[in-house]
Every structure is written in C-alpha cells, then in structure tokens.
C-alpha cells in the first residue's frame, strides 16, 4: 500500500525555520519526481518545489527560492523541505506528493503526481 506521510510542521515566529519530512512507503524514492505543495486558508494549491532524485535537479517556484532547500535524505525513503526565515505568508497547509514511475522528465510545477499526503500545517506568526 502506497503512503506519503508529512511530519515536521508547526508553529514558528517570522524569520524561523522548520524542518518538513514526507516518509514513503509502498515503492522506493530513488529515481523518482517528487514535490511539496501548499494550501492556505481561502487559496488555491500552490506548487512550492519539486526534486528529481536520479540526479538531485531541483525546481522552486519563486517566492521560496533562497529560503527553502528540498532534498532527498541518503538512505532514507523520505523527501524533506527545508525551511529558512519563514514569514506569515508561508502559513499553510503543506502537502507532498510523488509520481510512482521512474524517471525525471516533467518534474516541474505541473508534474503529474499519482499520491499525495494527508499535509502538516505550518502556522508562521509576525
């Protein structure tokens, strides 16, 4: 059985950090397209960034580069986000998410994600 589950959020002040982990179990990570996606309160699903394991390519949408680090933790089945001088907007609902083919063409916003996990809330107060 295929599951995503994200860990890590939580409630920090401006300018803190946090740490999100989405463990995956059911097929393994490696050489894989996987992502973290966000929704707040009253918006749209926002695409945040996306990781190509075979090679470590990365993507960011723009108002997280620079402040967010995904990555693909060696030896674990786990993609993991990285997140620095966090600010109210990034309050919301974090989602990951992974294509269970193989291979890292389409690994951008609009990747064709088959699974996705439950989210963790990361609340950021000013």
């Known amino acids: 059985q295929v599951q995503l589950a994200e860990s890590g959020g939580g409630s920090v002040q401006a300018g803190g950090s946090l740490r999100l982990s989405c463990a995956v179990s059911?097929?393994?990570?490696?050489?894989?397209?996987a992502g973290w996606f966000r929704q707040a309160p009253g918006k749209e699903r926002e695409w945040i960034a996306t990781i190509y394991t075979g090679d470590g390519r990365t993507y960011y949408r723009d108002s997280v580069k620079g402040r967010f680090t995904i990555s693909q933790p060696i030896g674990k089945n786990t993609v993991s986000l990285e997140m620095n001088s966090l600010e109210p907007e990034d309050t919301a609902m974090y989602y990951c998410?992974?294509?269970?083919?193989?291979?890292?063409?389409?690994?951008?916003?609009?990747?064709?994600?088959?699974?996705w996990g439950q989210g963790t809330q990361v609340t950021v107060s000013s």
């Open positions: 059911g097929y393994t990570i490696i050489r894989k397209c």
């Open positions: 998410a992974a294509k269970s083919s193989s291979g890292g063409w389409n690994c951008g916003p609009n990747a064709p994600f088959d699974d």
